[in-house]
């Protein structure tokens, strides 16, 4: 089993969804509901669209953690990537983020059920950088190459480089930056929308980037230990084709095999050829989210991975410092990080 794909998922079930005002300034990919459509009807809407992808997901053999969401304050719970990563080794990481009414989706009882059913050593919270204006939106800002150990990350007020340095300094990784821009000049605002690295396969839109000499790079270094690069076009990004994440699930006959997981308009938008060279290594699993990509993110932004080994659960297990202090007004020691270890 590859390092990339993980076999476990965490999605948020929100009762209450909206496109939320307050991250549309610089979100491009963001749209307003149809006029006349209630916040009921909306609401509604997303969450057919969310228990689709969840049994979709089961179906291809992934493991699914399904929390609710009944606070109408978080419009954009249902990404719950920007927030939250897990990583081999027993790691976690929790994220400052950019607009203040998603601070509050950061969940205890998520991070709980990690300790209780995996192994968890040690959580890493960057979210008391927030009031010096310092954010870097999880791995919605950064897409991360577990196996080659690298952060291909777009810049943006979303991903603050020296908190990128921080990130890739505790967990290990190279940081990759690069300028990523639309055909209007406007700035990507998360990389996870041009870009998607899977274990033989990556999908990215090298022309937004527009330093040749940098774009050059990042085409190498996705294909320097002969991954296939699947060159994606503006207007295939608009269709949300490189916001995809690759996951490992099990056949019925219990075999693992890896899936593209992505919403049915970007798999539409994919080109014959572009889909044949996925499936070499991919089977494409597509879910119909027209509601949720309204708020300007797709079924990679629905997703946050579980890096982690499984463990029995502890019966009365309490939660780590870290799990606590994230239920509290200031979930962070003064200077910006808080590292907990949790029992093995």
């Known amino acids: ?48 669209e969310m228990d689709a992808l969840a049994a979709a997901l089961r179906e291809a053999g992934v493991r699914v953690h399904v929390f609710d969401d009944t606070d109408h304050t978080r419009p954009d719970s249902v ?3 920007n927030w939250l ?12 983020m950019y607009a203040s009414n998603r601070r509050h989706e950061r969940r205890g009882d998520v991070l709980e059920m990690l300790k209780s059913e995996y192994r968890v050593q040690t959580i890493v919270d960057y979210s008391g950088l927030e009031p010096d204006g310092i ?7 950064m897409v991360l190459d577990h196996v080659s150990r690298v952060a291909y990350t777009a810049r943006s007020h979303r991903a603050d480089s020296a908190v990128l340095e921080r990130f890739c ?3 290990a990784y190279e940081p990759m930056a690069f ?12 990389t996870n929308v041009i870009a ?4 033989d396969v990556a999908m990215i839109a090298l022309d937004m980037i527009p330093d040749e000499s940098r774009r050059e790079q990042v085409r190498e270094r996705l294909s320097v230990n002969g991954r296939k690069v699947v060159e994606l076009t503006e207007e295939q990004i608009r269709e949300f084709a ?5 996951l490992c699930g099990r056949t019925p006959e219990g075999k693992r095999h890896y899936i593209m997981a992505m919403s049915a308009r970007a798999r539409r938008s994919l080109r014959p050829d572009q889909i044949a060279v996925i499936e070499e290594s991919c089977e494409i699993v597509a879910v119909d989210i027209p509601t949720i990509e309204l708020a300007g993110g797709s079924v990679r932004c629905m997703i946050a991975g579980v890096h982690l080994d499984r463990r029995r659960p502890v019966e009365g297990a309490e939660l780590s410092e870290a799990v606590e202090a994230i239920n509290e007004d200031n979930p962070t020691t003064p200077d910006g990080r808080y590292v907990a270890l949790a029992d093995g």
């Open 79 to 81: 990404f719950p990537n």
């Open 85 to 96: 990563s897990t990583h081999a080794g027993g790691y976690v990481a929790v994220y400052p």
């Open 1 to 48: 089993m590859s390092a990339q794909a993980p076999s476990a998922v965490i999605l948020i079930r929100a009762e209450r969804f909206t496109p939320n005002p307050a991250t549309a300034a610089d979100n491009a990919f963001q749209a307003d509901a149809p006029e006349g459509q209630s916040e009921d009807a909306t609401s509604a809407n997303a969450l057919a």
């Open 169 to 171: 300094t505790d967990f």
């Open 242 to 246: 490189g916001n995809a994440v690759e």
């Open 135 to 141: 954010f870097l939106e999880g791995t919605g800002a």
């Open 179 to 190: 300028d990523a821009v639309d055909s209007g000049g406007v700035p990507v605002y998360h």
């Open 196 to 199: 998607c690295v899977g274990t």
